[in-house]
């Protein structure tokens, strides 16, 4: 026999949902939507009336399965173990990625004092560790596209005004821009003698 409570509240829910489905006119409204918890950002906002875009009834872990479909370029770097998702431990992505928050809400939460740049392709040395963020990460383009060629970040740095080519580290240190080795031998002019001895400034 069933609590009469119990039927009750089925009563219910079930009245609720109908009542929410054929209400709203032309625009039909589910019961996922009308107990969302909040606007979607402005990045995913497209897909704030469609809820099976990124959720999947009883299964919390289609949602993952949905991200990556659409985030084609992180599901490459997991499948590849590459870049700072593919270094990760597996889990789900709302473990750092939240949603509902509103048109300006932040999707991800990033403790940039926190971070660990080892983790990504690109890690941080020499001079490097001491850049802000925002030295190499501009706002409004994903942290992934980041340049990581030297030119991009010292073009006005170099002297030669691209003579020499772009492979910048094959002399200049990441410890000092303006430390740097260079190997004569591997030139047209091998220094010898006297030669060996003199200032570079010299020449």
């Known amino acids: 026999m069933q609590c ?5 509240w089925l009563r219910a829910l ?6 929410l489905t054929v209400s709203g006119g032309t625009q039909a409204q589910g019961l996922e939507s ?4 909040g606007k979607m950002s402005s990045a995913h906002a497209k897909w704030e009336d469609d809820c099976s875009a990124c959720h999947v009834r009883f299964d919390r872990a289609g949602q993952d399965r949905l991200c990556a479909d659409c985030h084609k370029d992180v599901r490459q770097d997991m499948r590849q173990r590459t870049g700072y998702h593919g270094r990760l431990q597996p889990q789900a992505c709302r473990s750092c990625h ?3 928050k509103g048109r300006d809400g ?3 939460a990033l403790d940039a004092k926190r971070f660990d740049h080892a983790q990504t392709d690109y890690p941080l040395k020499g001079a490097h560790r001491k850049a802000e963020c925002d030295d ?6 994903k942290h992934r596209e980041a340049p990581t060629d030297c030119n991009a970040c010292h073009r006005q740095d170099d ?3 691209g ?9 200049h240190t990441e410890a000092s821009w303006k430390q740097a080795r260079f190997d004569h031998d591997k030139t047209r002019f091998a220094l010898t003698g006297r030669h060996a001895q003199a200032d570079c400034a010299d020449c």
């Open 136 to 141: 190499c990460h501009r706002a409004g383009r």
């Open 14 to 19: 079930l009245l609720l949902i109908a009542v």
């Open 98 to 100: 939240t949603e509902h």
């Open 34 to 37: 009308a107990l969302s918890p």
């Open 163 to 171: 003579s020499l080519g772009a492979a910048c580290a094959d002399c």
């Open 4 to 8: 009469p409570t119990s039927t009750s």
């Open 106 to 108: 932040r999707i991800v």
């Open 159 to 161: 002297v030669h005004k």
